[in-house]
């Protein structure tokens, strides 16, 4: 993990992301980020402190609360209700970090296996390829397939 990638992933936070329970927004860290006068050491610092979070060195007493977050219920309009969970933005960009150190390592491991890791619109692309085989393929192919299920 280096300054680069921490760097990659404060900005590729969307526009307007929400802050977590402490406020700090995605927008905040990279305002600080981009500062001219402390921006570079503020990136140091942070590189350094998402190497102690994935390293798995967050003091015990704190780890409820960083790991934690806020729930909050929406109605849905279907009905029922949809939880929503709204954790602190310094443990989202850890995660960020994490997955993409995680991605690079094991891309190449499941692409032969499956469209979700390392593979942009992967999932998409199989839903599409799925959605057009049943829509005209073959009946008896159709109802294989559901048999197989």
Partial sequence: MDESEVRKAII???SGSAGGPDGVRPRHIRDMMLCQESG???L???TDFVKL???GHCPTDISPVF???R??????KTGGIRPIAICRTLRRLASKCANSF???KLSSYFYLHQLGIGTPGGCEAAVHSA???IQGGPKVHISICLMLN
Avoid: E, Q
């Fill in 53 to 55: 979070v994935i390293a």
């Fill in 131 to 133: 959605r057009r085989y």
């Fill in 102 to 104: 995680g991605i690079k």
């Fill in 67 to 69: 790991f934690g977050g």
């Fill in 40 to 42: 570079a050491d503020f």
């Fill in 71 to 76: 729930l909050l219920a929406l109605n849905r």
């Fill in 12 to 14: 590729s936070f969307p």
């Fill in 44 to 46: 140091s610092a942070l």
